[in-house]
């Protein structure tokens, strides 16, 4: 048996960007309902296109994807999305834990 944390992540796991991230950032933050947010083609004003490795990868670097998705008063995702508001407990354990590892293109 794999060893959990208290969020569900496999404490030993490499988390891989291509099959973990990536569909936690489409749940987020790619928009829903007409709403494109970090994609090529946003319509909510945000320059950062997270549909490639490199768009993210920026935001760990600086510092801004900590401070936007971390913090619990961050703003992200915001208040106003058709999406989840909320990143469950295991999603933000799988993220953190990504960066943690140096937010490998895996």
């Known amino acids: 048996m794999v060893p959990v ?3 569900g992540v496999a404490v030993d ?3 891989r960007y291509s099959t ?3 569909p936690i950032l489409a749940t987020y933050c790619f928009g829903k309902g007409g709403q494109l947010c970090h994609v090529t083609q946003s319509n909510q004003g945000s320059g950062d296109d997270f549909t490639f490795y490199s768009g ?3 935001k760990v670097n600086n510092g801004s994807l900590a401070s936007r998705v971390f913090n ?3 703003g992200m ?3 106003y999305s058709n999406g989840p508001r909320t990143l469950t407990d295991k999603d933000m354990a799988t993220l953190k ?3 943690s590892q140096g937010a490998p293109n895996n």
Do not use: E, M, R, Y
Request: charge should be positive; proline fraction near 14%.
């Open 97 to 99: 834990k990504w960066v």
């Open 20 to 22: 973990q991230i990536k």
């Open 13 to 15: 796991s490499v988390i």
């Open 72 to 74: 619990p008063v961050g």
């Open 77 to 79: 995702p915001p208040d």
């Open 56 to 58: 993210l990868k920026a």
């Open 5 to 7: 944390d208290t969020s």
